[in-house]
């Protein structure tokens, strides 16, 4: 059963560089069929796709943060990982890393699904 | 990007009474091919999202079958038939059809 979990640190400063890892078992990363993504969800709030990334190192970005993310792939240890720089308290949010399904047709492309989720990690930026 | 807009945002349900949750978007979900990617997920209190349906109507391995989806266009319906305690949390849709992938309010169903 492929399961997804989330590891870094839950507090960081203002200004400084979010990091985090998301570790994949029960399957592999070099998966042709999928991407891997990221999502948040601010205390109370709703949920925001931040980006996704293929095994070959192929990314999506929303573009309300692309000048801020970068997410990479290390396929060696079935891991992806996501870096947000220059983060402030609105950045504060539980961080979910999810399998997500991505359809491409020539000219378009759609999001499917995002499953499975894992467990999420609370961010916390302050000083 | 796509607004999705859900209704209501609390759904206080009976147990047993079916409950009904709109969302819907700012531009039509519809492909030229026809395919529509609309999604509802689930999220119990203190748990991570769990995909409930994709596609409008194809409900993931191991939903109950008093779930289910549907709608067309901008206008999308998830239906309980009879809902069950364990039905608790906050529902959300998510359309991928336009790029970037968007996600409703979420609904919180609760039991009265």
């Known amino acids: 059963q492929l399961q997804l979990q989330e590891s870094g640190p839950g507090l960081v400063k203002p200004s400084e560089t979010l990091s985090l890892t998301c570790t994949v078992s029960?399957?592999?990363?070099?998966?042709?069929?999928?991407?891997w993504g990221w999502i948040r969800q601010p205390p109370g709030k709703g949920l925001e796709w931040i980006g996704s990334?293929?095994?070959?190192?192929?990314?999506y970005y929303n573009p309300s943060l692309k000048s801020r993310v970068t997410i990479s792939v290390d396929t060696s240890k079935d891991q992806f990982s996501l870096k947000l720089s220059s983060v402030t308290a609105a950045d504060t949010a539980v961080y979910y890393c999810?399998?997500?399904?991505?359809?491409?047709?020539?000219?378009?492309?759609?999001?499917?699904?995002?499953?499975?989720w894992g467990q999420g990690t609370l961010v916390t930026v302050s000083a | 990007d796509v607004v999705m807009t859900q209704s209501p945002l609390s759904l206080p349900v009976t147990l047993g009474q079916p409950a009904s949750i709109s969302c819907r978007s700012s531009?039509?979900?519809?492909?030229?091919?026809?395919?529509?990617?609309l999604n509802w997920f689930y999220q119990r209190p203190g748990q991570s999202p769990r995909r409930l349906i994709y596609?409008?109507?194809n409900r993931d391995s191991g939903v109950p079958d008093r779930f289910s989806g549907g709608g067309s266009g901008s206008d999308f319906t998830l239906k309980i038939s009879r809902v069950e305690a364990e039905d608790v949390g906050v529902y959300y849709c998510?359309?991928?059809?336009?790029?970037?992938?968007?996600f409703g309010q979420g609904t919180k169903v609760e039991i009265k």
């Open positions: 990334i293929y095994y070959s190192g192929s990314t």
């Open positions: 998510m359309q991928g059809t336009h790029w970037p992938p968007t």
């Open positions: 596609q409008v109507s």
């Open positions: 029960g399957g592999s990363i070099n998966s042709t069929s999928y991407y």
């Open positions: 999810a399998r997500h399904s991505i359809v491409l047709v020539p000219a378009a492309i759609f999001s499917n699904w995002f499953a499975p």
């Open positions: 531009q039509s979900l519809v492909y030229s091919d026809g395919s529509t990617y």
